[in-house]
């Protein structure tokens, strides 16, 4: 069975896949929309992609692949995984040496103290992961320090400076698996395990009073929680957004179902991304 992740081999979300123990081939894409795009046609039987972190909130490259650019792909599990950075270099640089430091955009946001005091007005350079941070890291001839797992630096030969160096040492980052369109759930949660539900919905009743409020209460008219809800530009017109939410509750049971029709009686788009088991987070707690 191959497997697809966000690579190289050494990121965050490679962690993820090997901790959810499927036995298979990991095949690692440059972006997560290459990984998704992968999954929906079938090259990969799924494909791992980073969803949300717990201090920086949700990752937009997933968020927008999933609701503007590939339908076919539906969400048919979850992972959540604690995130711990290190500050890695080549061999022989030094701390006072470093002159930008390279990582994933939320690995660099989740380290900002860190970087304050030890590494004041050192050039941030965006990486597509922090694994290709510490790639880069590793062969540059220049002094630039990566931030990224232990994993990664002793893959890519680089000495670690630091450990621990993320701001908020519960750091957790949650995790989808998503596969073609009528794949059965996956991932570490199993079906005896709570379903939630992701759909995403808009339409051009958004800039009326209230809009927002009566697509939600049609959830919480049916006792169905929300556990998230993010807006993401609709890539139109300035001013209009697309919602996603995560609620609690299988897509085919009875109020479930309800509710997503009546949504679609306001919004122009209502369209489900999957129905999947909750993934029990670490020491058991609960994501959500």
């Given at each position: 069975?191959?497997l697809?992740y966000l690579?190289?081999?050494?990121t965050?979300?490679h962690?993820?896949l090997?901790a959810?123990g499927?036995?298979?081939?990991?095949?690692p894409?440059?972006?997560?929309?290459?990984a998704?795009?992968?999954?929906a046609?079938?090259?990969v039987?799924?494909a791992i992609?980073?969803?949300?972190?717990?201090?920086?909130?949700?990752?937009?490259?997933?968020?927008d692949?999933l609701a503007?650019?590939?339908?076919?792909?539906?969400?048919?599990g979850?992972?959540?995984l604690?995130?711990?950075?290190?500050?890695?270099?080549?061999?022989?640089?030094?701390?006072?040496?470093i002159?930008?430091?390279?990582?994933?955009?939320?690995?660099l946001?989740q380290?900002?103290?860190?970087?304050a005091?030890?590494?004041?007005?050192?050039?941030?350079i965006?990486?597509?992961s922090?694994?290709?941070?510490?790639r880069t890291?590793a062969?540059?001839?220049?002094?630039?320090?990566?931030?990224?797992?232990?994993?990664?630096?002793?893959?890519?030969?680089?000495?670690v400076?630091a450990?621990?160096i993320e701001?908020?040492?519960?750091?957790?980052t949650?995790?989808l698996?998503v596969?073609?369109?009528?794949?059965a759930?996956?991932?570490?949660?199993?079906a005896?395990r709570?379903a939630k539900?992701?759909i995403?919905?808009h339409?051009?009743g958004?800039?009326?009073p209230?809009?927002l409020?009566?697509c939600?209460?049609e959830?919480?008219?049916?006792e169905?929680?929300?556990?998230?809800?993010e807006?993401?530009?609709?890539k139109?017109q300035l001013?209009?957004?697309?919602?996603?939410?995560?609620l609690?509750g299988?897509?085919?049971?009875?109020?479930?179902?309800?509710?997503?029709?009546r949504?679609?009686?306001?919004?122009?788009?209502?369209?489900?991304?999957?129905?999947?088991?909750t993934?029990a987070?670490?020491?058991?707690?609960e994501?959500?």
């Open positions: 069975m191959r697809g690579g190289p081999a050494g965050f979300t962690a993820a090997l959810a499927h036995p298979g081939e990991a095949i894409f440059s972006t997560e929309r290459e998704i795009l992968a999954a046609r079938g090259d039987a799924a992609v980073p969803i949300e972190n717990s201090i920086e909130g949700g990752v937009n490259a997933t968020l692949a503007l650019e590939v339908e076919d792909a539906e969400i048919v979850e992972e959540v604690p995130v711990s950075h290190a500050l890695a270099v080549r061999p022989s640089l030094a701390l006072a040496a002159e930008a430091i390279t990582s994933h955009p939320q690995a946001a380290c900002r103290r860190f970087i005091e030890h590494l004041p007005g050192r050039r941030l965006a990486a597509t922090t694994a290709e941070a510490v890291a062969t540059s001839q220049d002094g630039v320090a990566a931030i990224g797992t232990t994993t990664a630096a002793s893959l890519y030969s680089c000495e400076l450990e621990g701001d908020e040492h519960d750091n957790q949650r995790f698996w596969a073609a369109r009528g794949t759930p996956f991932g570490a949660a199993d005896a709570p539900t992701s995403v919905f339409g051009a958004d800039a009326s209230g809009w409020v009566r939600l209460d959830f919480a008219a049916r169905i929680n929300l556990t998230r809800i807006s993401r530009p609709l139109r001013g209009h957004y697309l919602f996603l939410a995560d609690q299988d897509a085919r049971a009875a109020n479930v179902a309800e509710a997503i029709e949504v679609r009686t306001h919004a122009e788009v209502v369209r489900v991304l999957g129905s999947y088991p993934a987070g670490p020491d058991g707690f994501p959500g």
